[in-house]
């Protein structure tokens, strides 16, 4: 593809387009939110501005459902680390999207530790608090005499607070590179972070235009990656049975045009999957047959499970209390995951670094750094490909999933509804606002200790299951001795 140029905000499209407003079936995401499209734009703007910054946007594509970037630099005209950002959807709500997640990696990257509320920790008193049974943490917790760099996370489920490792969620902090290693010294953790390098993902970051919005979608955020990890280690990684697939007859006629979007992108069919698990909160992968890339006359080994595919099959995912708009939600992600991706390789390929962000970006070319790490583990290697297309045809057929809560049930009883299911499935749940920015944006970070990361599989790193991906395992399949 040709790369789109970044534009300023005056010659921005959505600065003369009609933004939906309450109730415009163009932008459902209306359902989840405290304020208008067009009141959320006007706040996010204000915030940047706020901030000393500016904003360029490129959108990918001209048809909708798109994809939309924005980047941000300041007064200097020097990047904002982590200030990369995308939205998708109609063209619209991307371009209001893009701004809220460039905002949001801001203030979540190296940055967040500038008004982190640090304190350290022994490693081991992490081992007998809501952690205790955690994976991400166990190992971590054995070393004696460790400190660990944590915040103290105020619970959504009704019990006390906690301390909530950085590591966790934060990729940056525990790598072993002079200058993480520095930040670490210079906040007194002592830890070593080998055993946890697998296990540190960016879950349950998230912004909104308010808090509550903010903590919904961080809530969903985790809801769809467990739901991801347990799929992904029961039906693929042990052939266990398929989920069910969402009869294309049954979307609303919105869906049909945007799947029939997607299928025309990647010139292939693309189908839906219900993962929705015993957390009953819906969960839809949007998931494409061909890997990318691969044209279909090549031979039969790189389109099928074999495990032994060159490249990554493309794939969206979405969570909601609302079964359409987690589709919905799978099928513009799916979308949106296509046209970064062809940037991405556009860019790297071409070898100019010249373009802003370009390290960034260059540091999502990570294919052929995960084949090559499992490449000698090919149950793992189809998982990171998303290598199940032959086993489509086991999936029984199945409804769109069911609306969960009335339309028009308040944000806050939104969240209140997810937590309390999450919690009912013996978890618990913590949140800690990163930022509160002057026109009320809200950046938000929750932990939910013992759902599952095994989908960072896809990123090249075996996060081995917990207690609640073992129970999930299909039965009579090799167990993880771990």
């Known amino acids: 593809m040709v790369r789109p140029a970044w534009v300023l905000p005056d010659g921005e499209p959505?600065?003369?387009?009609?933004?939906?407003?309450?109730?415009?079936?163009?932008?459902?995401?209306?359902?989840?939110?405290?304020l208008t499209l067009a009141e959320a734009d006007r706040?996010?703007?204000?915030?940047?501005?706020?901030?000393?910054?500016?904003?360029?946007?490129?959108?990918?594509?001209?048809?909708?459902p798109t994809a939309v970037q924005c980047a941000l630099w300041d007064a200097g005209g020097a990047e904002i680390p982590y200030g990369?950002?995308?939205?998708?959807?109609?063209?619209?709500?991307?371009?209001?999207?893009?701004?809220?997640?460039?905002?949001?990696?801001?203030?979540?990257?190296?940055?967040?530790l500038e008004s982190l509320p640090v304190r350290l920790v022994e490693a081991t008193a992490l081992g007998e608090g809501p952690f205790a049974a955690d994976?991400?943490?166990?190992?971590?917790?054995?070393?004696?005499?460790?400190?660990?760099?944590?915040?103290?996370?105020?619970?959504?489920?009704?019990?006390?607070?906690?301390?909530?490792?950085?590591?966790?969620?934060?990729?940056?902090?525990?790598?072993?590179?002079?200058?993480?290693?520095?930040?670490?010294r210079g906040l007194g953790d002592t830890a070593d972070y080998r055993s946890a390098l697998a296990y540190s993902v960016n879950s349950g970051c998230a912004i909104g235009a308010t808090g509550d919005e903010a903590l919904l979608h961080a809530l969903n955020e985790w809801v769809e990656r467990d739901a991801f990890a347990l799929f992904l280690l029961r039906s693929v990684y042990d052939r266990g049975p398929m989920p069910p697939q969402v009869n294309r007859t049954d979307l609303p006629p919105t869906l049909r045009s945007h799947l029939d979007r997607a299928e025309d992108l990647v010139g292939g069919p693309v189908t839906l999957l219900d993962l929705t698990t015993d957390l009953g909160v819906p969960t839809v992968m949007a998931y494409g047959h061909r890997p990318f890339g691969v044209e279909a006359?090549?031979?039969?080994?790189?389109?099928?499970?074999?495990?032994?595919?060159?490249?990554?099959?493309?794939?969206?995912?979405?969570?909601?209390?609302?079964?359409?708009?987690?589709?919905?939600r799978?099928?513009?992600?799916?979308?949106?995951?296509?046209?970064?991706?062809?940037?991405?390789?556009e860019q790297v390929a071409s070898g100019d670094r010249s373009e802003p962000y370009a390290g960034l970006i260059a540091d999502?070319?990570?294919?052929?750094?995960?084949?090559?790490?499992?490449?000698?583990?090919?149950?793992?290697?189809a998982c990171a490909m998303l290598d199940f297309s032959d086993r489509l045809p086991e999936a029984p057929r199945g409804p769109l999933p069911r609306e969960t809560v009335p339309l028009g049930t308040p944000v806050p009883d939104q969240h209140a509804a997810v937590v309390e299911r999450i919690t009912a499935a013996g978890h618990?749940?913590?949140?800690?606002?990163?930022?509160?920015?002057?026109?009320?944006?809200?950046?938000?970070?929750?932990?939910?200790?013992?759902?599952e990361r095994f989908h960072l599989v896809t990123q090249g790193h075996v996060a081995l299951p917990g207690a609640r991906g073992r129970r999930s395992r299909a039965v009579g399949t090799e167990r993880d001795a771990g």
């Open 428 to 451: 618990r749940v913590a949140a800690h606002r990163l930022q509160v920015l002057a026109h009320g944006t809200t950046v938000v970070q929750v932990q939910c200790p013992g759902l």
């Open 330 to 345: 799978a099928i513009t992600e799916f979308v949106q995951d296509e046209l970064l991706s062809r940037m991405v390789s």
């Open 14 to 34: 959505a600065a003369t387009t009609r933004l939906p407003g309450p109730g415009d079936a163009r932008w459902s995401g209306t359902f989840e939110r405290e």
């Open 43 to 64: 706040q996010i703007r204000a915030d940047i501005a706020a901030q000393g910054w500016v904003w360029r946007h490129r959108s990918l594509d001209d048809t909708d």
């Open 84 to 112: 990369l950002g995308a939205g998708k959807g109609p063209g619209a709500p991307a371009h209001v999207g893009a701004r809220f997640e460039a905002v949001e990696h801001a203030f979540t990257g190296p940055t967040a």
């Open 135 to 184: 994976r991400a943490v166990r190992d971590l917790a054995r070393q004696d005499g460790a400190r660990v760099a944590c915040v103290r996370y105020e619970a959504l489920d009704g019990g006390p607070g906690f301390d909530v490792p950085v590591y966790l969620w934060a990729p940056w902090y525990p790598p072993p590179t002079s200058k993480a290693t520095a930040v670490r």
């Open 297 to 328: 006359g090549e031979g039969a080994g790189a389109r099928t499970g074999s495990g032994a595919a060159a490249v990554k099959h493309r794939y969206g995912l979405g969570a909601s209390l609302w079964g359409g708009l987690a589709a919905e």
């Open 364 to 381: 999502h070319d990570i294919d052929a750094h995960v084949r090559a790490r499992l490449r000698d583990h090919p149950r793992l290697l």
